[in-house]
């Protein structure tokens, strides 16, 4: 019996996602850094990325660049590598494909110049129709080190990174997201009622 508890202990268990950082590891092949070159701009995370005024996602690897020039470099996150507006759009965009929990993310300006970084980034997330249903709180971008913007964002299916102007340039690190919870299969709770209808029975029989 202790078997089959078990059994569906897993299967309940796997009906919901765990929260995952995406923290742009491992991307950077040949020199490339933008997610269109590294041809994962529909692949990566399973997601869709892309951007606004004809811009693109970039990624850097500290451990293999210089950071892009910044002087001293800002370190990411976590890890090495970090995800930036590269060609400034004024957005970025991610298309989940599904109902998404969108917790948090780290923040900078890119080359650590007033005069080309973006001011400030804000969050906003859209339903599958495409409609604004949720929005962060403004974050005033530092040069020099990471801030992280609060979401808490429930069930969204597209999720856009705004700064205050085009042609300007941010970075992002540790992106938190959380798959929305996974409805159990019938089959599930099928087997779930079988298992506690000979629990009950058991117990019948013992105290029989």
Known sequence: MKKYLAILFICLLGAT??????????LITDDSNSFSELGISNTYQDYLWSASSGGDWGVEDCGATDCLGIQPPLEAMSGSAYGWSLGGPQSLFIDFGEATD??????????????VDSQTIQLFGYDDQGTLVSSSSVLNLAVDQWQQLIANFKG????EIRSDRGASWFIIDDLVVNASTVPIPAAVWLFGSAILGLLGYSARRAHG
Do not use: K, P
Request: glycine content about 18%.
């Open 102 to 115: 969108v917790l948090s993310a780290y923040f900078a300006g890119q080359f650590g110049f007033a005069g």
């Open 17 to 26: 996602a765990n929260a995952g950082i995406i923290s742009f590891e491992g």
């Open 156 to 159: 969204i299916h597209r999720l």
